[in-house]
């Protein structure tokens, strides 16, 4: 990638939309076939541990998940359930009182307007207590294949360290920046799924690095926080 001229950060983004494209097939060739870090077995166990990841680690989800799926294993068995019996399993996650009602009360949503069945459509999923944006695109990527691109913590940070969006940009519009760069395809899935894990080895919140190689050399020059544009 040829390193362009200086572009004021209010006036135009670090990298041009040609360069953000190379760089984003560079990070998902590295990644070949990235896959969910949340372990889930069909669409009500990915909702529930998308939703329960919120502000919290994948490895915390995991931990308590097995427990909570044995107990509830279905929509009707959490909305049965009592909401402090669910938060008593959940307890080690940060917000899990606030998780335990959103848990019951979409459990109940599934059961009582969708046949106890995940909807397989993001405007349906974000009537669901608890789940926005963000976790819908998630659970229709992982659980129905439907192409997306979610944003988590670390790829708004990639994209925003690029200055493809401003620093104040929601998720929201970080991934329709993102939908909009890319073409349209299954791809989108790999792209998610690359960028965060990209975030979390290479491009931390705290000293981030770049990957051995001159083709990571760019980098240096046009990623905010490694020094770059500014």
Not at 149 to 162: E, F, M, N
Not at 211 to 227: D, V
Request: aromatic residues 6%; hydrophobic residues 45%; charged residues 20%.
């Amino acid at each position: 990638m040829k390193i362009h001229p200086s572009l004021a950060q209010e006036e135009a983004p670090f990298v041009t939309d040609a360069e953000a494209k190379q760089l984003f097939d560079q990070i998902m060739a590295l990644y070949p076939d990235p896959q969910p870090t949340l372990h889930a077995e069909d669409p009500f166990q990915i909702l529930v541990a998308v939703m329960l990841s919120a502000q919290t680690t994948d490895v915390a989800v995991n931990a308590v998940t097995p427990k909570l799926f044995a107990a509830y294993p279905t929509p009707a068995d959490m909305a049965a359930a009592p909401v402090e019996a669910i938060a008593a399993i959940i307890s080690r996650l940060g917000l899990y009182r606030t998780k335990a009602a959103h848990l019951k009360a979409l459990s109940d949503i599934l059961v009582k307007e969708y046949a106890g069945k995940v909807p397989n459509k993001a405007a349906d999923l974000v009537r669901l207590p608890g789940v926005g944006k963000k976790t819908a695109t998630v659970v229709l990527s992982d659980a129905f294949n439907i192409p997306g691109v979610a944003v988590d913590t670390h790829v708004s940070r990639i994209v925003k360290g690029l200055g493809l969006v401003p620093q104040n940009a929601t998720p929201v519009q970080v991934q329709a920046r993102l939908e909009a760069l890319m073409p349209p395809s299954s791809e989108w899935i790999k792209l998610h799924r690359s960028l965060i894990r990209f975030g979390r080895e290479y491009l931390r919140a705290r000293d981030p690095q770049v990957p051995a190689g001159t083709q990571w050399a760019f980098l240096e020059t046009h990623y905010l926080p490694l020094g770059g544009k500014s």
